[in-house]
């Protein structure tokens, strides 16, 4: 199970925290990744951590996100700073078990002054 939090409306340029809380797997074997779907859009992956530790983030948000894990807390989280109006999306975490893909039911993200 994927439960995340932490979403909420901000201002352009301002920060979030996201978290996704994971239960139900061993979770520090498995990569883990967020997602993103804004209204009309097809899904996009965001940012993306292996087991190991191993990070890559979609151009879009470079410099701006960042991805990290706490494996004792089973939590996965998404740092977003200097926020864009075309960052507004529903932000789901991800991950894949033999491969069978699961997400969490998303978190909302507004960008709106």
């Known amino acids: 199970q994927l439960v995340e939090s932490g979403g909420g409306l901000v201002q352009p340029g301002g920060s979030l925290r996201l978290s996704c809380a994971a239960s139900?797997?061993?979770?520090?074997?498995?990569?883990m990744s967020w997602v993103r779907q804004a209204p009309g859009k097809e899904r996009e992956s965001v940012a993306y951590?292996?087991?190991?530790?191993?990070?890559k983030y979609a151009d879009s948000v470079k410099g701006r996100f960042t991805i990290s894990r706490d494996n004792v807390r089973r939590t996965v989280y998404l740092q977003m700073n200097s926020l864009k109006p075309e960052d507004t999306a529903v932000y789901s975490c991800?991950?894949?078990?033999?491969?069978?893909?699961?997400w969490g039911q998303g978190t909302q993200v507004t960008v709106s002054s």
């Open positions: 951590i292996t087991n190991a530790g191993g990070i």
């Open positions: 991800s991950t894949a078990i033999l491969g069978n893909r699961s």
């Open positions: 139900g797997f061993t979770f520090s074997s498995y990569a």
